[in-house]
C-alpha cells in the first residue's frame, strides 16, 4: 500500500483539504491528521484556523486566530480560484470564529454543488462534556450547514449530537431517537458517526464508552454501536485523529467498495485504541499505570506509532470491537 | 529504524522546534520540512510565519503574515514559557517580517546560551538568483545572528552565501576565500553548508550544480565540494527539504559520531536527487521529458516517497555525488 512505485502498483494520489486549528506543539486538530493522512498517502493542503502555542487542555496556552477574510481569501481566490484545485474529499474541523464558519461554508457547499464528487466530512465542533467551547453563535451557524449541504459525513461527539438534535442522549432508546431527529432535521447528511458517548447500556458494566454510526445511504434502517472499553487516561487530540483516519477508511481510492461504515469504524477504533495504549505506554511511568486516578496525557506520540499506521486502510489487523445493531425504525 | 518499538529497541524520541513558512498547497517551508522529520521520527513543533494558499513560484498565491508579537508570544511565553520545552534542535527559515526575525533570533540566542546541547541550523533565507526576497533590513539581522551566536550550521545558497560575505563567487577560488571571509566574519559558526551554486570548475561540462560544505570543528582546513548534476527542471521547496534532511542526518540520536559533514552531505544530495527524480517521473508527460525547455515543477511528491525516506539517517544507499576536497589555508 505505502510503496506503490516500488511495486510498480499504480494508483492515483488522494487530495483532501483540511481546515482545522493547527497548534506548534503536540497533536490536535490539524496537527493530528495531516501527519497520519501523508503518511497513508494523502496529499493533504493544511488550512489553519487558528495558530496555537499547544491546545488548550494544557491550562495555559498563547496564539492567535488567523482573520475571517485571510482565510476566506486563501480558500476562495487562492485554492479554489488560481489554482483551480480539486479535491477528493474535505475536511472541516475547529473553525471557532463565527464569521470564518460563514464564510467558508458558503464556499465549500458551493464547491460541493459543482463537483458532486467531492466529499465533504464535517466535524461540527461546538464544545464537549457539556459546554460549548466556541461562541454559541456558530450553533445555527452549523445547523445550516447540516440542513443545506450533502454532507458525506458528520462526526459530532455525544454534546455536539444532542445540540444538533436539542436533545438528550442517555440510552439506546434516546440513541436510537436522535438518529431519527437528526435525519429529519438534516436529511441530506449521508452518514453520522458519533464519536463518543457515556451512555448506560446494561448496569453491570460503565467502564465504556459508546460510539454509534448510520449509514443512511446504504443501511437507512440501523444505527450500529460499539463499547469501547475506557482507558484510565485522558487524551487530546484523539477525536481529530479518529475523523482523519476514517476519513483514509472511507475514501482512499483503494479503499473496498461498497463501502460498510459500520466495519470501518470497527477498524479505525481499534487502530486508534492501539495508538492510544502505544501513547500511554511512551508517557507514563510504572507508578502511573499503578495508580486508580485518570491520567491526563496532553500529547499523541504519533511520530511513533509509524508500524501501527502501516496497516492498509480499512484492514487493521486486530479489529476487537464488534458492532451491535439495533433497527432505527419499528 | 522507524519502528523501535516493534523491534524492542529504545531510542528516544528528538524534537525539534522548526520556524518557517506554511504553505497550504504544496511543500516548501514548513511543509518540506515535517512531513519527512516526522517520519524519521522527530516530534516536531512547527511555527509557521505565514500562511500562504501555496509558493510565490506558481506566480499568484493569497494569504498572511502572523504579526510579530503574536510569533514572538508563541515561543517566548507558550513553548519556552509555560510548557518549558527542552529541543535537541532548532530549525529556522523563512522569516520575511524584520520585527519578526528580530524578537526571535534574541530569544533563540538566548536559550541557546543557557542550554549548550541545543543545536541551531539557521537557512538564512534572503533571496536566490541575484534577488531578495525579503526586506533588505533582514540583512543586517542575519549578519548579528551569525555573528553573536554558535550556530550548529548555516545553509545559505549562493546569493546569500555572497551577501553575508559581501563578495561574488564564480569559481573554486572565490569559493575558498568566501570560506575564509565567512568564518572571519562569523567564527561562532560551527559549520557551513552552501547548497547549490552556478560556478565554474572546468570548461568542459557546464551541467551541474556545485554544492560546498565546511565543518569549522572537525576539520577547519578543508571545503569539500560536489557537483550534482543538473536536472532539466526547476523546483520549489528542494533546499528546504535538503536542510532538514541534513538535520535530521546530524542530529538524530542514532546518527554515528562523530560526525562527518562532507559524508552526511553527499548522502543528503543523493537522497533529495533521488526525490527530485521521482517528483519528475510523477509530475511529467512523456512529451515533458522530450523537450529541452526546462519544465517547472510547482510540488514535491514528498508523501509517494516513502520508501526513498525509509532508508536510515545518513547512510542512504545510493550515494552518487563523491566529495572533492580543496584545502583552505594554504
Known amino acids: 500500500m505505502l510503496n506503490h512505485i516500488e511495486k510498480g502498483e499504480c494508483v492515483r494520489t488522494p487530495k483532501v483539504l483540511s481546515i482545522q486549528s493547527h497548534v506548534v506543539h503536540g497533536y490536535v486538530g490539524n496537527k493530528a491528521a495531516t501527519f497520519p493522512l501523508q503518511y497513508k498517502g494523502w496529499d493533504v493542503d493544511v488550512l489553519n484556523t487558528v495558530q496555537l502555542s499547544n491546545h488548550p487542555g494544557y491550562g495555559k496556552f498563547t496564539g492567535h486566530k488567523a482573520k475571517a477574510s485571510d482565510v476566506y481569501d486563501i480558500l476562495k481566490k487562492g485554492l479554489l480560484g488560481d489554482l483551480n484545485m480539486t479535491y477528493d474529499a474535505i475536511l472541516t474541523g475547529y473553525i471557532p470564529c463565527t464569521d470564518t464558519l460563514k464564510l467558508l461554508s458558503q464556499t465549500l457547499g458551493d464547491a460541493c454543488k459543482k463537483d458532486h464528487r467531492l466529499k465533504w466530512i464535517v466535524d461540527p465542533v461546538l464544545g464537549d462534556n457539556g459546554k460549548l467551547y466556541v461562541s454559541d453563535k456558530n450553533v445555527p451557524v452549523y445547523k445550516c450547514i447540516l440542513r443545506e449541504n450533502r ?3 458528520v462526526t459530532p461527539n455525544q454534546f455536539e449530537m444532542e445540540t444538533l438534535t436539542g436533545m438528550g442522549i ?7 431517537q436522535g438518529f431519527i431527529k437528526f435525519h429529519n432535521l438534516y436529511p441530506l447528511v449521508e452518514r453520522v458517526v458519533i464519536t463518543s458517548m457515556e451512555i448506560t447500556i446494561s448496569d453491570d458494566n460503565t467502564d465504556y464508552l459508546v460510539c454509534a454510526c448510520c449509514d443512511f445511504v446504504a443501511k437507512p434502517d440501523a444505527v450500529h454501536y460499539f463499547k469501547v472499553p475506557k482507558l484510565n487516561a485522558h487524551f487530546s487530540g484523539s477525536g481529530d485523529l479518529f475523523t482523519a483516519l476514517l476519513l483514509d477508511c472511507l475514501l482512499h481510492p483503494t479503499a473496498k467498495q461498497p463501502l ?14 492501539d495508538i492510544l495504549l502505544r501513547t500511554m505506554d511512551l508517557t507514563l511511568s510504572k507508578g502511573d499505570f499503578l495508580t486508580n486516578k485518570p491520567s491526563v496525557i496532553n500529547d499523541l506520540k504519533l511520530v511513533n506509532c509509524l508500524d501501527l499506521l502501516a496497516q492498509p486502510p480499512g484492514s487493521h489487523t486486530t479489529t476487537r470491537f ?4 439495533i433497527e432505527l425504525f419499528r
Open 170 to 176: 442517555t440510552s439506546l432508546e434516546s440513541l436510537r
Open 151 to 153: 454532507l458525506f459525513m
Open 260 to 273: 460498510d461504515l459500520s466495519h470501518t469504524v470497527s477498524a479505525v477504533l481499534s487502530l486508534v485504541d
Open 322 to 325: 464488534r458492532p451491535t445493531s
